[in-house]
Each structure stands twice: as structure tokens, then as C-alpha cells.
């Protein structure tokens, strides 16, 4: 019961969220890195991966994608140690969408928890953490 909630659910919100995303041209993905990279902007790309929870190499790819769309900049650095990390920035660009994906995603939450008192939906979201919690330890 709660596994197939949770899918629908899933499939649901994905579903509607990326047909206002593809509006602005981006594929999946996409608009979790650009939320990402504007909440840790200049981060490296490991950082990167590691906060979106996504394989360095998945990164990557996204990034080259976005960067060919004008979405994102990457710098080279070398560091004291000598190794060498890529930093990511939104662009122009990337810095407008980042304000339509945060409306979209946004919408989307009104959209959820339409009908739901303040503490309900508090309360969900307490349930949902303490969730995520436990399937991560």
C-alpha cells in the first residue's frame, strides 16, 4: 500500500512538474541541478553530485548539456594539494530559469498540499523526513 502510494505519488508530481520544465527547455535533471547549483553557487562537481545525491559521472553529463543551452559556466581550479576540481555557476541565462523552475516548484507544492491545514502539512512533511531517514540509515 505505501509502496504503490508512493509511486504514484512520484509518478504524479513528476509527471505534471516536467511538463512546465520542458516549457522551458529542460530535460530531467536539469532543474534539480540548476535549484542546486543556485543554492551552492561555485561549488565543485563533486559537491554537486553528492548534494543531489547522483553518480559524479550523471553530473557530468547533465552539466554538458546545460552548459551547450547556455545554462551554466564551469571554471577550472587547481587546488593547494594539486588536484584539480571544475566549479559551477548558473549563467544569465541559468539565473532566469532558476526563477521559473523555484515558481514551478512552488505551484507544484501548492498543488500537493491543496485542502491541507498549515499543521497537516507540517506534520506530513515530518513523516516524510522521518521516512527518508530510515531508508538512508
Known sequence: LF????INIYNLHRK???SYFSELGL???QPRMIEAIHNM???AQKDLAAKCELEPATVTSVLGHMEKKGLIYR???VLSNGKRVSRVYLTEKGQSIQADVTQ???????????????????ECMEYLERIYANLRS
Open 27 to 29: 530535460t530531467k535533471g
Open 41 to 43: 553557487e561555485g561549488c
Open 16 to 18: 505534471k512538474s516536467q
Open 104 to 122: 514551478i516548484v512552488a505551484d507544484m507544492e501548492s498543488l500537493a498540499f491543496r485542502d491541507f491545514t498549515e499543521s497537516e502539512k507540517t
Open 75 to 77: 571554471t577550472p581550479e
Open 3 to 6: 509502496h504503490q502510494a508512493l
